[in-house]
Nanobody, 121 residues
Framework: LQFVESGGGLVQPGGSLRLSCVAS????????IGWFRQAPGKEREVISC????????YYVDSVKGRFTMSLDNAKNTVYLQMNGLEPDDTAGYYC???????????????WGQGTQVTVSS
């Protein structure tokens, strides 16, 4: 039961990437799904989340207006469209699931291997 993330890479500031996260062994729509990132020397943070009880995505202020999270239930896949990328977005990006709400970040599990995003000129 885990996710497989893909889509990361090296991009110049202002560029775009679309990350994908395929769920294996479970059905996405029954869970709260979160996108997290962790930069070197920093704690992991949740940047976007869709609760299993509310389809409205949550975004952390630093990505609001630039990132868009979406679910494709037919493909059992969650996406993160990232536009206007900045050097501070450089991090490993991960998705995870929970049976609790988006605020309960300690409850998330089934972590994938992550995908690296590097924003640099």
């Amino acid at each position: 039961l885990q996710f497989v993330e893909s889509g990361g890479g090296l991009v110049q500031p202002g560029g775009s990437l679309r990350l994908s996260c395929v769920a294996s062994g479970f059905t996405l729509r029954y869970y709260t799904i979160g996108w997290f990132r962790q930069a070197p020397g920093k704690e992991r943070e949740v940047i976007s989340c869709i609760s299993r009880t509310d389809s409205t995505p949550y975004y952390v202020d630093s990505v609001k207006g630039r990132f868009t999270m979406s679910l494709d239930n037919a493909k059992n896949t969650v996406y993160l469209q990232m536009n206007g990328l900045e050097p501070d977005d450089t991090a490993g990006y991960y998705c995870a699931k929970s049976l609790d709400g988006c605020a309960e970040t300690d409850a998330f599990g089934s972590w994938g291997q992550g995908t690296q995003v590097t924003v640099s000129s």
